[in-house]
């Protein structure tokens, strides 16, 4: 632990607290108490000085650092964390909250780094985009993150406009527990149905980029330059579902089987990111032209997080991949590998996935990363292009659009962490400028 380290109430942080940044979270449900969970117990732990801390994982885990850097592992002050309250060690220290409207931080003087510019900064919860964006433009606020699309332009001529790829890229994912996507041939068939260009054209005003992977281009193990990828092929899309049996024997305008058409639910929320409304509806529409009806199951989050991550209620769905921790490699371990401890979204694992991920992880803990590189790229073929167990759609980016006035602002490309210290790009380094 680094000495001399403060938390905001003055207690100091040390082995102790940096324990119970994972132990706290033993026992309980969700996504990083079930990543947590996978890898550590009470008893992985033994503090071997007031600022050494010794972990012991439950099985080999050679990520286990990266993981370390996910935003819910942040020291908190265990005790102040007990009662309810929000006490940490970073620039900023929180001062105030009302749900739904607004979330105030101060500067922290006592910080161990460089001090913010900012004394006081205030995150306004608006959910429509259109109505962040009218908020900047009447003064109200001075930034405002992922503006509607076609206003992009628009805004350049009087604000800031920053874009920037994020690590977020929305897939198409089968339940491959249902008997009709079971069969290879109807998964690559409803891949090659999608025109992601024309998607990212028509829904994302050409702010996104058609995808063939998770892992976006410019990110280490990346496969996006190797894969050849299921292309737009609609032709192609209906000759494998009549291979795989898929017949418009009533001349119904869809295909079937047995005397059942071929019709799947959609299930997505654009709670979860605005444009996934637009990107089902296209779905929805280029499966048509190939005989398949697809029916959208709009939700909410809350909804969507129980019916469709927990229990798995879904034929398809429009979900994300992006780095939760400090590597690239975490989107295919959270959502490829059998031992992260994380829901089975796919309600698929396999053998072969494990291995590679496996050697990729060994390779990768040892800075070998072209050797890890060779399995993490192995990998994303086998699923996206092999076995096809989703199919993905496009790369999204960041869009910050600031007052002329605010300088240094820049997005990072994680996918829940927007600014962060090291490369300085974080809101330390924001300020007024001329």
Known sequence: MRKGVKFH???????????FAFTHYLGKTGFIAQRVSAVVNQDSFTIVDKYTLEVKTLKPFPLLPQLMTHQRLVAVEPEAFNKGEIVGTGPFKFKEEVKDQYVVVERNDEYWGEKPYFKRIVFKIIPDANTRVMALQRGEVDVVLNPPYPLVNELKSEFNVVVARRSHTPHLIFNLKR??????RVRKALCMAIDKKKVTETVHENLAQPAKTLIPPELIFSAEGELQGLSYNPAEAKRLLQEAGYRDTNSNGYVDKNGQDLQLKL??????????????????????????????????????????????NYDLTIYTGGIFWGTPSSILYDTFYSKSGIQDQLRFFNSAIDELMERGMELEAVKDFSGAAEYYKKLQKYVFEDIVTQCPLVYLNHI????KNVKNLSPFPFYWLYYNGDSGNELVKVKWGG
């Open 9 to 19: 109430n003055g207690k100091e942080f040390d082995a102790e607290a940096a324990k």
């Open 179 to 184: 008997p009709e996507l079971s069969d290879v």
């Open 267 to 312: 299930a997505y929320t654009p709670e979860f990111e605005p444009s996934y409304e637009g990107m089902a509806l296209a779905v929805a529409d280029y499966c048509k032209g190939i005989g398949v009806k697809v029916d959208l199951v709009k939700l909410s989050y809350a909804q969507f997080s129980e019916e469709v991550l927990n229990k798995g």
């Open 400 to 403: 910050v659009v600031s007052k």
